[in-house]
């Protein structure tokens, strides 16, 4: 059973940054397709960024620029450093895996998910 724990999460100011980092239970997570997703009260599950086993990475378009997510394979941790953030993006904010090569940022086709983290941004 592949576990995720979020961390990170917090409140900050409108500009500011936050980095979100997912610890995985299973060092076969390097070759997982690995995404972010974020949900706010009253909306759907979100995809935000997800990167492949090579490193390439994907976003959501309100993130480009101002998101990136990277990870650590030595350390079984996928990271989402967040820069510029605005209310917009006050969500809790969920890591997800699955074992494929590279699957869209649909929340369906993960298999694996952590609990969540809550991000909070104030005007």
């Known amino acids: 059973q592949v576990q995720l724990v979020e961390s990170g999460g917090g409140s900050v100011q409108a500009g500011g940054s936050l980095r979100l980092s997912c610890t995985v239970s299973?060092?076969?997570?390097?070759?997982?397709?690995m995404a972010w997703f974020r949900q706010a009260p009253g909306k759907e599950r979100e995809g935000v960024a997800g990167i492949a086993a090579d490193g390439t990475a994907s976003y959501t378009d309100s993130v480009k620029g101002r998101f990136t997510i990277s990870k650590d394979n030595a350390k079984n941790t996928l990271y989402l450093q967040m820069n510029s953030l605005n209310p917009e993006d006050t969500a809790m904010y969920y890591c997800?895996?699955?074992?494929?090569?590279?699957?869209?940022?649909?929340?369906?086709?993960?298999?694996?998910w952590g609990q969540g983290t809550q991000v909070t941004v104030s005007s």
């Open positions: 997800a895996s699955t074992p494929a090569t590279w699957v869209p940022l649909t929340a369906s086709k993960y298999n694996y």
């Open positions: 299973t060092y076969t997570f390097r070759w997982y397709y």
